[in-house]
């Protein structure tokens, strides 16, 4: 735990998902920066800070992603590859927030790094309480190694 | 005649010898013979002249002596012939016949005159002449003067002739015994060598050499004689070589070697026979070859050689076993000799046997797995196929003849360029289709390779022929059962994701509503509305995407134009909203098939394109029908937004969408690959890039094919 805040990066092609993790932030006043991107092509952009995410300030380093599997133009897995096949991105934390509870999906998420696989509850209070412990465990109580942008 | 054999077996110095002392010493005697000849001749008239001579002076002389009768004078009258030594005697007769003087000269015997010396003459006898003549004086007969000469000084001059041939003859002896020397230098000594040679030669020695003396006869002797020699020992080496050659050949072969004789008894049994019979040579030869081979071989007769053909051999230790036999005879001195050349072919049987039993493996293998294999001849132009090719072709071994041009009626007439083409390339991998006999379409997988010679011409093809037919149903059903799992996979994937939006903005009005936070339950409220839509559109779609696996409409025909018109008619509204431009180009062309998924293809890609033309000010769609490459390829072409390369594969997802703002659940593009897959065709995308508008390409293979096959085909 440290004083400086831990930026989020969401990768959420459904408004209304993106929506609900917004109220969690804002309801347990979590007061780290929830960065929002629609599909992969946009958080690998991000993360490589091409295009319009280009600017440091703007775009920071996110500590912890939270991933959606079924994405427009580059999917979910794909998108976590790629993360953890570079040797710089690859210690960044990847959660995965999906609606799939394909054993597929899960196996294929875990052989390639995921720190955690989490299905989204088809029900409000589960929910709820999912992006509260959600909050604590990553942004409160999770260490991570103190990490300059790759190109300071 | 013995004197002829005798100087027949001399030796040639003798003979030489002989022959030159003889012809000196006839040469002499002859010279001898002419000489007393002569001289025998001349004397006689010189000795008759000469006693008239004498005998007249006598005569003349003595007649006073008579009318004298003075006997004294006349005695020293005819004493006066001693100086003619030929005269023997002389005798004077008195008129009254008696005898008044006599004359014998010293070597003759005291002999009485004859008592009368008869009548006047003068006669030469073979050895003594008599001269008679009368004594006259005045014409008055006074007595007869007789004379008598002999031959005695011829006789000694002929006996001094003797005296000298028999010198002469001593002294050509002796020459000749002096000449002997030389002769046998020159003659014997040489001939000698030459005969010591051809002794030598006899005894075996051809080594042995003559020097070349001179160059006569004998010289020339020699020297051919040396070159006969020289070829001799040649030949002789020449001949000891081969023998040692055949005898290593006949020792080392691997093939047994017999010789019999014309009574089937072994002559020769050389080493590779031993082994193959298990039967020491010793042991073999001087019985007969039946107890080897007991099943007589045919002789053929003739001289020469003679393949036998295949015989039954027997080991010494009585095991049978197949021999391949070839056999030649030849006539010899010693009788007709026969030679057999005998080869084990167990292994080669074996071996036969063994290429048999994988061949019909092979035959076996290839009908299981319908594979079958070709091959061409490029020296003879034919071709082999297997059993399995034949029956690839649904033709019968016997009933059908491959042929390079004939086999080109097989292939389907859309494959024949790609197939030719690819043969002229030498391009021995490729795909194509070909349309059995009876009607029937099947796939094929050809591969091959190209056998070159030495000068890397073509010499054959060789290669296998793969009817992947059943193979391509297979993977079709197994594709369809992915998209199947896959289907079942989005479904609970996508349809949870609006419910949990339902259900947590339903939480989240619920809270709003206490708190009377009326801007959020207007939001909460919209989310929860688009939520439920989207799930309405989505089980729409779904119960579309699960018939075009399940609902079949019979096959009919119907053209490719009719198809077209049908889908804009279905997507008219969008068409005109949207204010875009439609062609059609390109040949019309039967299709065969479902017509309301058909249908379905087009609708769904010019849907697709009116959605996704973006700001264009003069949008337009062109529709239409190329042939790329032998293959009849479709497509729809629009000048929208166009679609990132990267994402091409993508589009044709279930459930796909590139831009997650747009409308529509992402099923278009994944049933209308559905649809070009039934009909075993592919769809692809082609697009320059973002803003650059994109051409949907597909083909229907299943749907052109001609014929009612197809039927059976599309049937899944």
């Excluded at chain 2, 989505?538 to 096959?555: A, C, F, K, Q, T």
């Amino acid at each position: 735990m440290r004083g400086e805040p831990i930026n989020v990066l969401l990768v959420e092609d459904d408004p209304a998902h993106a929506e609900i993790v917004n109220r969690n932030f804002e309801t347990f006043r979590i007061a780290n920066r929830l960065l929002h991107v629609w599909d992969g092509e946009e958080a690998l952009d991000y993360l490589y800070r091409r295009g319009k995410f280009s600017d440091r300030q703007q775009s920071p380093r996110p500590g912890v992603i939270l991933l959606d599997l079924r994405l427009p133009k580059i999917d979910g897995l794909e998108v976590l590859k790629i993360i953890k096949s570079d040797h710089d991105l690859r210690r960044i934390p990847v959660v995965i927030l999906t609606t799939s509870a394909s054993e597929s999906d899960k196996i294929k998420a875990y052989d390639n790094y995921v720190s955690s696989y989490l299905v989204k509850p088809v029900d409000y209070a589960q929910f709820v309480a999912l992006m509260q412990a959600l909050g604590y465990y990553w942004l409160v109580w999770n260490d991570f190694p103190y990490e300059r942008d790759s190109d300071e | 005649m013995l004197i002829f054999d005798t100087i027949g077996n001399m030796a040639i110095q003798r003979k030489l010898l002989l022959i030159i002392a003889a012809t000196l010493v006839v040469s002499l005697v002859l010279a001898m013979v002419g000489i007393v000849g002569y001289e025998l001749s001349t004397y006689r008239a010189r000795l008759a002249q000469h006693v008239t001579e004498v005998g007249s002076f006598l005569a003349a002389n003595s007649g006073p002596t008579l009318a004298f009768e003075d006997a004294e004078t006349a005695r020293d009258i005819l004493a006066t012939l001693k100086g003619s030594p030929e005269v023997a005697f002389a005798v004077l007769y008195a008129a009254d016949g008696s005898v008044f003087a006599s004359y014998t000269r010293s070597d003759q015997p005291p002999t009485s005159a004859p008592a009368s010396p008869g009548p006047p003459r003068l006669e030469l006898a073979v050895r003594h002449l008599e001269f008679v003549r009368p004594v006259e004086q005045l014409g008055l007969p006074l007595g007869t003067l007789y004379l008598r000469a002999d031959m005695a000084r011829v006789y000694l001059r002929l006996r001094n002739y003797a005296g000298i041939v028999l010198l002469v003859s001593l002294a050509i002896g002796a020459g000749a015994l002096l000449l002997q020397g030389l002769l046998r230098r020159l003659i014997s000594e040489p001939l000698l060598e030459l005969s010591g040679m051809a002794e030598r030669i006899a005894g075996g020695d051809l080594t042995a050499r003559v020097p070349v003396r001179s160059g006569d006869e004998i010289g020339r002797l020699a020297g051919a004689f040396n070159r006969m020699t020289g070829e001799l020992d040649r030949s002789y080496k020449k001949l000891q070589e081969s023998r040692a050659r055949l005898a290593g050949i006949v020792g080392t072969a691997l093939d047994a070697i017999i010789t019999t004789d014309a009574d089937r008894r072994i002559l020769l049994f050389n080493a590779a026979a031993e082994r193959m019979f298990g039967c020491p040579a010793a042991d073999a030869v001087g019985s007969s070859i039946d107890r080897f081979i007991p099943v007589p071989f045919q002789e053929t007769g003739a001289t020469g050689r003679t393949a036998v053909g295949e015989l039954k051999g027997v080991r010494q230790n009585g095991e049978e076993f197949p021999i391949e036999a070839s056999l030649s005879a030849l006539e010899t001195g010693e009788g007709r000799l026969v030679t057999v050349i005998l080869r084990d072919i167990t292994e080669r049987k074996e071996a036969e046997e063994a290429l048999r039993a994988s061949e019909y493996r092979l035959r076996r293998a290839e009908e299981i797995a319908h594979f079958g294999n070709w091959r061409y001849d490029a020296a003879t132009d034919h071709i082999t196929w297997s059993d399995e090719t034949y029956r690839i072709h649904g033709v019968t071994p016997g009933g059908f003849q491959p042929t390079f041009a004939g086999y080109l009626q097989f292939v389907h007439p859309d494959d024949r360029e790609h197939f030719e083409q690819a043969l002229k390339k030498l391009d021995l991998d490729f795909q194509f289709r070909i349309v059995r006999a009876d009607g029937v379409l099947r796939y094929l997988t050809a591969t091959g390779e190209v056998q070159r010679d030495d000068k890397g011409e073509v010499k054959d093809l060789f290669g296998t022929y793969f009817d992947t037919t059943e193979l391509r149903q297979a993977e079709r059903e197994l594709q369809e059962k992915n998209a199947e799992e896959r289907f079942t996979y989005t479904v609970s994937h996508d349809l949870r994701s609006p419910l949990v939006t339902v259900q947590t903005f339903l939480g989240y009005l619920e809270q709003d509503l206490a708190s009377h936070d009326s801007e959020r339950v207007e939001k909460d409220i919209a989310y929860i509305r688009s939520a439920a839509e989207k799930m309405g559109l989505l089980l729409d779609e779904l119960l579309e995407m699960s018939r075009i696996g399940r609902l079949v409409n019979p096959p009919v025909q119907v053209t490719f134009h009719e198809l077209v018109e049908e889908a804009q008619l279905a997507v008219a509204g969008n068409i005109a909203e949207r204010g875009v431009e439609v062609q059609v180009l390109g040949d019309d062309v039967t299709l065969y098939g479902d017509r309301p998924r058909l249908v379905e293809i087009w609708q769904n890609l010019v849907e697709n394109a009116v959605k996704f033309m973006g700001e264009q000010a003069s949008p337009r769609i062109e529709i239409g029908l190329e042939r790329v490459s032998g293959e009849q390829v479709f497509y729809v072409r629009d000048n929208g937004v166009g679609i990132d390369p990267r994402y091409a594969e993508k589009v044709f997802g279930l459930f796909e969408k590139l831009d997650s703002k747009s409308k529509g659940t992402g099923l278009g593009l994944a049933l209308v690959r559905r649809v070009v897959q039934l009909y075993q065709g592919r769809v692809w995308v082609e697009s320059p890039g973002v803003g650059e508008g994109a051409c949907f390409r597909f083909t229907l293979p299943a749907a052109l094919q001609i014929g009612r096959l197809e039927a059976e085909e599309v049937k899944v």
